[in-house]
């Protein structure tokens, strides 16, 4: 039976959690297929008909999936999924909260942020914030699971040629639900989860104003600004902006770590990094455990100067 591969997107781009997914999907034995759901979608549509390993790109354009919403989503996917032996999204925003209500429709299990796949039925996840990995074996008719996008490598964006098809699918008469309206950060950094670089920092900047160095910092190399939950909470930052168990799960090139001290929460977002460089004061900071590099130092005399060298 087909694999599908539902896709997130913003109506004309694949993000990039899409790619990992399919990248996930070549590891299981069958053709694959991309749902693209959404309004006035199908340039996105085309984008994922010129990935390589796609056999079938499914186009469902309707005003009643214009926003995402799962409520809306959901059971015409249920009914499409019954046609596949497995259904992959990516363990974003979207697809933690889409496939989990897909799964309670099908009456099926699901296995969640899946970082391996061992054998068609057989995944691998992380479980207590990412320090011990379980092996789960899927045993239904239909295998659902969403893909941690740092887990498996992307697949190409030019070197397919699939074919679209429209299909006809409808939201629920009985929607109970209604979009309001949605704030959406706009930044002209690279978005957190796919950043080649992130400089990070915890509650040890003090204050909001004290982020500005590590803006300075990750504009000069081209990457992202995270946080702890910590400093997120304090208000330092937006959430938007957090690493870590209850935030986002990056894995760049190279992570920079600033007055962060290293909870294990913070550690399951972030400890996957090529290479970590962590600056703190305290030379006992669990950080220093997982790091490649690391600077015992004043941060505040620290990141200014290693700011000036990048110059």
Known sequence: MPILVVAEHDATQ????TLTTLGAAAKLDGPVHVLVMGSGCRTAAEAAA?????????????????????????????????SYSHVL???????????????????????????????ADTVVRPIYAGNALATVRLTDAVKMMTVRGTAFE????????????????????????RFIGRDVSVSERPELGSARVVVAGGRGLQSAEN??????????????????RAAVDAGFVPNDLQVGQTGK????ELYIAVGISGAIQHLAG?????????????????????????LVADLFKAVPELSAAVD
Do not use: C, W, Y
């Not at 982020?211 to 702890?228: C, I, N, Q, S």
């Not at 799960?249 to 760049?252: C, D, G, R």
């Open 154 to 177: 992307p697949v190409a964006t030019e070197d397919g040629n699939a074919a679209v098809q429209d299909l006809a699918m409808a939201a629920p008469e009985d929607l109970r639900v």
């Open 249 to 252: 799960v990056v894995a760049p």
């Open 14 to 17: 694949l993000k990039q959690a």
């Open 211 to 228: 982020f500005k160095m590590l803006e300075a910092l990750a504009d000069k190399l081209g990457g992202a600004v995270g946080a702890t």
């Open 270 to 294: 972030m400890k996957d990094s090529k290479v970590i460089v962590a600056i703190n004061k305290d030379e006992e900071a669990p950080i220093f455990q997982v790091s490649d590099f690391g």
């Open 89 to 119: 999204a990516p363990a974003s925003t979207f697809g933690k909260n889409l496939m989990p209500r897909v799964a309670a429709l099908l009456d099926v299990a699901m296995a969640s942020d899946i970082t391996d796949i061992e054998s």
């Open 50 to 82: 010129k990935l390589p390993g796609v056999e079938t790109v499914l186009l469902a354009d309707a005003d009643a999936f214009a926003h995402d919403l799962a409520e809306a989503m959901a059971p015409p996917l249920a009914a499409l999924a019954k």
